[in-house]
Structure formats: C-alpha cells, structure tokens
C-alpha cells in the first residue's frame, strides 16, 4: 500500500510566503528552493522514519541548499505522512506550529 501524504494548513501558507520571497531577490532561487523541496518530500515518502524524532511524534528534514526544514510526523498503522510545517532555520524552533 502507497504511504498517503497531507499537508497541514500552515503548508500552503508557508510555501507561499517562502516562493514570494525567493521570486523577489532571483527567480533560479525560487526554482531552487521548489525542486529541493520536492525532493525531500520525496525521500521522506520513501523513508518516513529516516530523521530522528524532535518533540513528540515531529520530525523534521532540512533542506539542503536552502534554509528550511519539513516538519512532519508519519502514523505506521495508517501508513500516513503528514506535513506540518516548513519552518526557516533561523526562526525559534519552538514556534514551528505557530505563526510570529
């Protein structure tokens, strides 16, 4: 069985904020930031429990070129992956569920 992928309500919001930011100063880093992004969704669909766990059931994946890490957490028995967040390094990591 496929392991199923959601995105929690901050996703949308974050990949829009960081894409607006990146197509502001160049667009090749807006392209850059989307290609590695898939590519970490990607390998967490393939290794969901590949990354340490972080506080509680979260994980997180950085990203590599670019500053940013994938939140998320992955139920075994519902073979689900759900992405909570994508969070700047430089942003206090306690506040990954809320927005500043």
Not at 9 to 19: A, R
Not at 45 to 55: C, G, V
Not at 60 to 67: Q, T
Request: hydrophobic share 35%; aromatic share 16%.
């Amino acid at each position: 069985m496929a392991i199923k992928l959601i995105y929690g309500h901050f996703v949308k919001y974050d990949l829009k904020e960081i894409n607006e930011w990146y197509r502001k100063i160049d667009e090749k880093l807006c392209d850059k930031f989307r290609k590695e992004f898939r590519l970490k969704i990607n390998f967490i669909k393939e290794n969901p429990l590949s990354f340490e766990l972080k506080y509680d059931d979260v994980r997180i994946v950085f990203l590599k070129k670019i500053p940013y890490g994938i939140h998320y957490s992955y139920d075994e028995q519902r073979n689900l992956i759900e992405i909570y967040s994508v969070f700047h390094t430089s942003r206090n990591p306690d506040n990954w569920n809320t927005k500043e």
